[in-house]
């Protein structure tokens, strides 16, 4: 008779859920954020990859997936608005710079033009 622990089934994710295809896709997106690449890259043709690949990321399971692994890699929209927020608007961390024994606080220059 089995044990309740033998029995206990892993949790499934959105990502575990996806066709192996499409595994690869979700994989190959987080590398540059482009789908059209992405699909290219997983494996699907790339005759009409655009079209196909929009298709591939309007579908619940693989925007879930997306998601899921965007939230694993600490990715949120929080953190991406304050980011470009303080690039836009030149509120970059400063940095100590050394000029002969003289240190003195500089700001990063990240801010838009």
Known sequence: M???AATKKKPTTAFSRLHPNQKKFVNEYMV??????AYIRAGYAAQGAEQNSSRMMRLDKVKRAVDEKLELDGITEGRIK????AVAFGNTPSKVVSD???QRREQDSLGAV
Do not use: K
């Open 100 to 102: 002969g024994g003289i």
């Open 32 to 37: 540059d954020f482009n789908a059209t690449r």
């Open 2 to 4: 089995p044990t309740a």
């Open 82 to 85: 304050s980011f470009l927020g």
